[in-house]
């Protein structure tokens, strides 16, 4: 069976320092890859998607950026936090086969003060 | 382009009481509506889909309808239960390839024992 695997669970970053979030899936192949944000209780902001290595396509201008290295590993990084940046940060994952089941990781907490 | 609203924004029931939680979608073209729910600090985990070519769908004690006429769908959840509550998400989507979610901004349920 599938399974994503999303880590840290929680971060506290002071503002300026450097951000690197990973996220890996089993179980598939060629997965279409996501990240998402979600401000304290507000709803899922879709920020980065991804159809196959090296391809990422941006959905809001910010100060963060993604990667896929691998076909089943998704980075979003940034080189110096804001303070907006807190949030709730999720990775998600549907097949590459097309279908529409779209499965989030456990998310990362990240407090930047 | 695509635009989901979701009501209410919270609902409280007494436990063994059913619970409605409504969603509307602009664009005639989606095809596929998933529901999920968020725990506390926890990801989003679906819960039910249904797709356009089908007007209901039931597993145990949720259901989800859907009326394309008029543009909405609901989730139902009988005979609630403590464990029911929870950040309730609906979403929409037009066609395999499409890789936006446009998501609802979610209904907090609180089953009181």
């Known amino acids: 069976s599938q399974t994503i695997h999303q880590w840290p669970a929680t971060l506290v970053q002071p503002v300026g320092s450097p951000l690197s979030l990973e996220c890996t899936v089993e179980g598939t192949s060629n997965p279409n890859l996501y990240w998402y944000r979600q401000a304290a209780g507000r709803g899922l902001q879709l920020l980065f998607y991804s159809v196959g290595i090296g391809q990422i396509s941006s959905e809001v201008p910010q100060n963060l950026s993604a990667s896929r290295p691998q076909d089943r590993q998704f980075i979003l990084s940034s080189k110096k936090l804001l303070l907006s940046d807190s949030g709730f940060y999720l990775c998600?994952?549907?097949?590459?086969?097309?279908?529409?089941?779209?499965?989030f990781g456990s998310g990362t907490q990240l407090s930047v003060l | 382009g695509e635009n989901v609203e979701q009501h209410p924004s919270t609902l409280s029931v007494q436990e063994g009481d059913s619970a409605v939680i409504k969603c509307t979608y602009s664009?005639?073209?989606?095809?596929?509506f998933p529901w999920y729910k968020q725990e506390l600090g926890k990801g989003p985990q679906l819960i039910i889909d249904i797709r356009s070519n089908v007007g209901e769908k039931k597993d145990q004690r949720i259901a989800v309808t859907l009326n394309k006429t008029a543009k909405h769908f609901s989730l139902h959840i009988t005979e609630t239960q403590p464990e029911d509550s929870a950040v309730y998400f609906c979403?929409?989507?037009?066609?395999?390839?499409?890789?936006?979610?446009?998501f609802g901004t979610g209904t907090r349920l609180k089953v009181l024992a």
């Open positions: 998600a994952w549907t097949a590459g086969t097309g279908d529409e089941k779209l499965f």
């Open positions: 664009d005639s073209a989606s095809n596929y």
């Open positions: 979403a929409a989507i037009k066609g395999r390839g499409t890789y936006k979610y446009i």
